[in-house]
């Protein structure tokens, strides 16, 4: 019962979920119905007729007749076949095939739009066409107008475009030209062509006025400025040059040949009213003055820095040659006592080549100095060279003096080194001989050797000559930690036999008491008597620890209390 209950109310639903999508979707149909019925009012036909007064040839004729072809597509097919659909989906919708019925809606909506696109299109496209007509009489006169201001400015300053008057008016002609084409194709009834004419005169008077307001001025570029310019230039070189710089380098006179001859074409191209080419090539010929200008502006500036530098330069290399040639002597006097590296010998011989070099091309440009045969940029930069070579030599030179200085304060630290290793081997045989230790182990017998031998090693080295200071060092090192581990080793032996005595005395007390603490004791005394102190302190301790817990820490403190 409960079932069919639930299949009774899921009819029921259903039916009523068909009727709600039913509903929906007949309301999109009766709006796309009322869609349809609006478009086809439309009075485009009737904006259509307003063109048969027209007199329609060429370009209009064509687009009127796109238009008239569009809109009966639309009348004929397009509309015919929403119809049709809108049926369609009504059936749809009455044979609940929703998803089909929606889809095909959508479809027709688009294509509506679609519809509407294309009215609005022909429509807008139509008032233009129709107040165009009105429009290019209006723009004509206008245009007339300015063209009888450009003649009035050509004819009263003809002066002022000088050859170039003559393609003026030969462009004015062009323009007068232009009218007639737009008065045929008024007369035509080709408006959209007579448009364009309107827009090509526009165009073509637009330049004109550009070249009305720039000519003139490029002109007495080509003529008078720039001219006037290259002339200042030539005077400028002519006066340095009595003054007795040098600028052959620069090579003035063969470029100021070729900037004539550039504004010679300049000139040509203006003649032809071509002012672009020329508007970028007097730019270029500025900017290739200015930099002229700018180089013979260093010329002066490297004069005077030559000046100002020379005679310090001098003094400088002079005082780094002394320095150098006394390093050189230096140098022979520590390689009798010292023994220098190949790459040590080496750079004292680089430093030495160096400043010779540095020197002789120092002269060379002294001359030219004061023969003037080398333009002053060119020497400027050869002094800066050369003080830059001045300052690498200077620290070469530095750390060379340096590592000779440092042979000798190696010396002298191996020599101090060496006095205290053998205050220590001392130090550790004074200790040795006040613990009065019964004897000594083989071990440190043999190390006490192999630290003398190696001491008397560095003690040789050192009174060779000349002194090899990297092996003297190396020597040095090996032999200072050798000695300095024997007084560690040293202090250690002694601190352990002098603790193993006082164990096995505080020991002593237990040894009739314990078998066992007699028989450790013992050993522990033999192993002192053979000098084994590390062996007797391990064994007599572990024996005490085993009777009385803590002692060896007691014993301990009571000595370092003392």
Not at 204 to 216: A, F, G, S, T
Not at 303 to 322: A, C
Not at 332 to 341: A, D
Not at 436 to 461: H, W
Request: charged content about 30%; hydrophobic content about 40%.
């Amino acid at each position: 019962m409960e079932f069919i209950i639930v299949v009774i109310l899921l009819l029921v639903g259903f039916f009523i979920y068909g009727m709600i999508v039913r509903k929906t979707i007949y309301k999109e149909v009766d709006r796309l119905e009322a869609w349809k019925i609006d478009i086809m009012n439309r009075p485009v036909t009737d904006e259509m007729s307003l063109m048969k007064g027209l007199n329609m040839i060429g370009q209009t004729e064509e687009l009127f007749e796109k238009w008239r072809t569009e809109w009966d597509e639309i009348v004929t097919t397009e509309l015919p076949n929403v119809e049709e659909a809108l049926f369609d989906i009504e059936e749809y919708a009455d044979k609940y095939r929703v998803r089909k019925a929606k889809q095909l809606a959508k479809e027709m909506n688009d294509q509506l739009q679609g519809i509407e696109d294309t009215i609005k299109s022909i429509l807008l496209e139509l008032q233009e066409l129709v107040g165009s007509e009105e429009k290019n009489r209006l723009e004509i006169e206008e245009l007339k107008q300015r063209y009888r201001d450009v003649k009035r400015t050509i004819l009263a300053h003809s002066n002022s475009f000088g050859k170039a008057e003559a393609k003026l008016e030969s462009l004015l002609e062009e323009v007068a030209a232009q009218f007639i084409v737009f008065d045929e194709n008024m007369n035509n009834g080709d408006i959209l062509l007579a448009k364009e004419t309107v827009q090509s005169i526009a165009t073509q008077l637009n330049q004109m006025d550009v070249l009305i307001e720039e000519l003139p001025s490029l002109l007495k570029d080509c003529l008078y400025t720039t001219p006037n310019q290259i002339d200042e230039l030539v005077q400028g070189v002519k006066e340095m040059t009595e003054e007795g710089f040098i600028l052959s380098h620069l090579e003035i006179e063969k470029e100021v040949l070729a900037m004539r001859e550039m504004l010679s074409e300049y000139l040509l191209q203006l003649e032809q009213a071509n002012i672009d080419p020329v508007k970028e090539g007097i730019a270029s010929l500025q900017e290739k003055i200015e930099g002229f200008y700018d180089q013979l502006e260093k010329e002066v500036v490297s004069k005077h820095f030559v000046q100002q530098q020379v005679t310090p330069l001098h003094v400088e290399l002079s005082q780094l040659f002394d320095e150098t040639t006394h390093t050189k002597t230096e140098t022979e006097q520590v390689q009798l006592s010292y023994q220098l590296s190949d790459k040590d010998i080496e750079v004292q011989k680089q430093i030495e080549t160096q400043i010779n070099q540095l020197i002789k091309r120092f002269t060379g440009v002294k001359g030219s100095v004061e023969e003037k045969d080398i333009a002053y940029s060119i020497i400027q930069n050869e002094l800066e060279d050369i003080q830059l070579q001045i300052e690498a030599l200077k620290q070469s030179h530095q750390e060379f003096v340096s590592m000779l200085q440092t042979l000798r304060k190696d010396e002298l630290y191996v020599k101090e080194k060496l006095s205290d290793m053998k205050k220590m081997l001392l130090d550790s045989k004074r200790l040795v001989q006040k613990s009065n230790m019964p004897g000594l182990p083989e071990a440190y017998l043999y190390e006490i050797k192999e630290c003398n031998n190696q001491v008397a090693l560095v003690a040789d080295k050192l009174q060779e000559k000349p002194l090899h200071i990297p092996a003297l060092t190396s020597l040095l090192e090996q032999a200072l930690a050798r000695v300095e581990l024997l007084s560690t080793h040293t202090e250690e032996m002694v601190e352990q036999a002098y603790l193993v005595e006082q164990v096995i005395q505080y020991g002593n007390r237990y040894r009739g008491r314990s078998l066992h603490m007699a028989e450790k004791l013992a050993e522990a005394e033999l192993s002192f008597r053979n000098f084994d102190y590390s062996r007797a302190l391990e064994e007599a301790a572990t024996a005490l620890e085993r009777v009385e817990p803590g002692a060896l820490k007691k014993i301990q403190h009571l000595i370092e209390s003392k």
